[in-house]
């Protein structure tokens, strides 16, 4: 025997059944419209990237090799630059070096002029006292080298005058 009671029970327990069931139900339609979702998503993302692998990567692959063309090109720009530049500061070093001498002669030569310039009145007169003895000492000098000469000479006529008598007082000796 059943009791009411029972048959109750059996037909919420059976309600319950298909109330999980619906939501089972319900829960596996959301599932499979996110799945749809994520699928429609995917597919899209796939065509993508086989549009790019058909037509969008060969652009790219074209602007690469452009690019790596360009970068050659920058790089022998830079080689040529810096051989000209490097070129241009030797010389321009080389200039300013002969500039440099020219303007120490300059100054140099100007220098005695401009010191003389400067000088008081007494330095001025021991200067032309000391080109004066300069011009003094170079006149002794001729002068004792001229002595000098004219000593030499005469000694070579005493030796033959000596000379001369020696041998006159032989032959005297001898006869």
Same mark, same amino acid.
């Given at each position: 025997?059943?009791?009411?009671?029972?048959?109750?029970?059996?037909?919420? =327990?059976? *309600?319950?059944?298909?109330?999980?069931? %619906?939501?089972?139900? +319900?829960?596996?339609?959301?599932?499979?419209?996110?799945?749809?979702?994520? #699928?429609?998503?995917?597919? &899209?993302?796939?065509?993508? *990237?086989?549009?790019?692998?058909?037509?969008?990567?060969?652009?790219? =692959?074209?602007?690469? +090799?452009? @690019?790596?063309?360009?970068?050659?090109?920058?790089?022998?720009? #830079?080689?040529?630059?810096?051989?000209?530049? =490097?070129?241009?500061?030797?010389? $321009?070093?080389? /200039?300013?070096?002969?500039?440099?001498?020219?303007?120490? /002669? +300059?100054? +140099?030569?100007?220098?005695?002029?401009?010191?003389?310039?400067? &000088?008081?009145?007494?330095?001025?007169?021991?200067?032309?006292?000391? %080109? *004066?003895?300069?011009? %003094?000492? /170079?006149?002794?000098?001729?002068?004792?080298?001229? $002595?000098? =000469?004219?000593?030499? @000479?005469?000694?070579?006529?005493?030796?033959?005058?000596?000379?001369?008598? $020696?041998?006159?007082? @032989?032959?005297? #000796?001898?006869?």
């Amino acid at each position: 025997t059943v009791t009411r009671d029972d048959v109750e029970e059996s037909l919420k =327990a059976k *309600w319950q059944y298909v109330k999980d069931q %619906e939501q089972l139900l +319900k829960d596996l339609r959301l599932q499979i419209e996110e799945t749809d979702q994520k #699928l429609i998503l995917k597919r &899209i993302e796939r065509d993508y *990237w086989l549009e790019y692998k058909n037509v969008g990567s060969k652009t790219h =692959a074209n602007k690469i +090799k452009n @690019l790596e063309k360009d970068i050659q090109e920058v790089k022998d720009d #830079l080689c040529r630059a810096t051989e000209y530049y =490097a070129n241009a500061l030797k010389t $321009l070093k080389e /200039k300013n070096d002969s500039l440099i001498e020219m303007q120490m /002669k +300059k100054s +140099k030569e100007q220098a005695p002029e401009n010191a003389v310039k400067r &000088i008081d009145k007494s330095s001025c007169r021991d200067i032309e006292e000391n %080109e *004066w003895l300069k011009e %003094e000492v /170079k006149i002794y000098r001729k002068e004792v080298s001229d $002595l000098k =000469a004219s000593i030499y @000479l005469l000694e070579e006529e005493n030796i033959g005058l000596v000379m001369k008598l $020696l041998d006159l007082r @032989l032959q005297n #000796l001898r006869v």
